[in-house]
């Protein structure tokens, strides 16, 4: 795209905050930032009535599955499904996919996956497990050197044979050969001891009933995972990511990390600040997730987290799979696969909590933008309306609401706790690179079905 164009908008989310703007665009960057009436004459002009002009969505947290599990989801459904909610960029999880991405086999095979199916941006993190943190197979650098952003590993098991959990030992390993890359070591930190311990009387217990499920995963598991971590930050000064955080217990360690330069930060996940564990219904195993959604009390510890910058981003956590996997027909929480589909609502679902509690949509672009796009080395072209970063964007009417219901869902697999949620907020656009690849409009103006790129880390 080489000629100019014009993005402009009565309310536009900049830097400097919320204000009348025009947006000069060539060749897929930001060449300008101006005042909303400083577009030439007859020049062509992007402008949605009653929409205000954010920096398009950055969700480092998405689940594709892509190549081994494409049934599950796939490149071309899940950046459809992320466009249409006015997500411009998605860095993809190495797990679930065959071979996952913990070598460089495994990063490549995913690389080329994204080839002419991705309607966004997509990046790819690497995965740490035992094979690629000891010994004579240490690789995590060559991953990076290969395009892996960073790192992502479990401290209990994934789910899934193919990605093996660490140990503490593994994980000192991995930090040692990060130490001066600038990428964080993400984990998914529970720790299996407080879970052991509550098996028995987990086992008498109604596998029905989502209270039993709740119990099985304390919060106990969160807390003293996170507090290790803590040690190991403090102790190799190398960043560790904590991801998707649900439970409120933990948050005492994140504030001691902050208050003493420990450099250990952590993400959410829409589906804990949007939902309470007191409104899931018995055998509605399709808002299971590991960890749960815990408690309204917890959820709202959670969002003053957010408030004090203890958590500093909200991501999806996008992890869909067959329906059967849930395990509909018998609702049986303890056998169900956990995991949340909930990309094309993540951003709306946010918007509509956010706004209960008194934040701006700076705020909200914060979390989902700027901060995600810092987190995956990607802020030199995304998570800003800024001179020289890519032309990414989303038209959002602040103050419609849109209601899902599953013909509007656009994830490969329907089931999801958003079915029939009615959110605060609407996309009428998502363009990327000024490329039209989302209008609500869409089935009256064409837009492009394969814009988007890999993102090579490093870029």
Not at 362 to 371: A, G, I, K, L, P
Not at 376 to 405: C, M, P, Q, W, Y
Request: charge should be negative; glycine fraction near 8%.
């Amino acid at each position: 795209m080489s000629e100019e164009q014009f993005f402009r908008a009565k309310r536009a989310v900049l830097p400097s905050g919320i204000k009348p703007a025009s947006v000069k665009v060539v060749a897929g960057k930001i060449a300008a930032v101006a005042a909303y009436e400083a577009v030439p004459e007859g020049a062509p002009v992007v402008e949605f009535e009653s929409c205000t002009l954010l920096p398009g969505i950055v969700d480092t947290h998405v689940h594709i599955n892509e190549p081994g599990r494409t049934e599950w989801e796939g490149f071309e459904t899940a950046t459809s499904a992320a466009a249409a909610g006015g997500i411009t960029t998605l860095v993809d999880m190495p797990l679930n996919s065959i071979p996952p991405a913990t070598s460089a086999r495994g990063l490549a095979e995913k690389a080329a996956a994204t080839d002419g199916r991705l309607r966004v941006d997509v990046g790819l993190w690497g995965g740490a497990v035992p094979d690629n943190t000891t010994g004579d197979r240490r690789s995590l650098g060559h991953l990076l050197d290969e395009g892996a952003h960073g790192f992502k590993c479990f401290m209990l098991p994934s789910g899934v044979l193919e990605f093996p959990f660490v140990s503490l030992s593994n994980i000192e390993d991995a930090l040692a050969q990060l130490k001066g890359r600038g990428v964080p070591l993400m984990v998914h930190a529970e720790l299996e001891g407080p879970i052991d311990a509550v098996a028995d009387v987990i086992a008498r217990m109604d596998s029905r009933s989502y209270a039993t499920y709740l119990a099985s995963r304390p919060p106990s598991a969160e807390e003293r995972a996170v507090a290790q971590l803590y040690a190991l930050a403090a102790s190799t000064q190398v960043p560790i990511h904590v991801v998707h955080l649900s439970s409120a217990t933990a948050l005492t360690w994140l504030k001691k990390a902050r208050d003493e330069g420990v450099p250990l930060t952590a993400e959410t996940a829409p589906h804990y600040l949007h939902f309470s564990a007191e409104e899931i219904p018995d055998g509605a195993t399709w808002f299971k997730c590991a960890p749960p959604i815990r408690e309204a009390r917890n959820r709202e510890a959670l969002w003053e987290a957010v408030r004090e910058g203890l958590i500093e981003m909200v991501v999806s956590d996008h992890s869909p799979c067959l329906p059967e996997l849930k395990r509909t027909e018998d609702g049986d929480f303890m056998g169900a696969w956990g995991g949340i589909a909930g990309l094309q609502w993540s951003f709306l679902a946010v918007h509509t909590e956010a706004k209960k509690r008194g934040f701006s949509l700076e705020d909200v672009t914060r979390w989902m933008s700027r901060n995600p796009a810092r987190h995956a080395r990607l802020s030199s072209r995304k998570g800003a309306i800024e001179v020289g970063l890519d032309a990414d964007f989303t038209f959002l009417n602040e103050h419609a609401k849109t209601t899902v219901t599953k013909p509007s869902i656009r994830h490969k697999n329907k089931l999801t706790p958003y079915d029939g949620e009615t959110l605060l907020g609407a996309v009428a656009a998502t363009y990327v690179r000024g490329t039209c690849v989302y209008r609500a409009d869409e089935a009256e103006v064409p837009v492009a079905a394969s814009s988007g790129q890999w993102l090579k880390g490093g870029i």
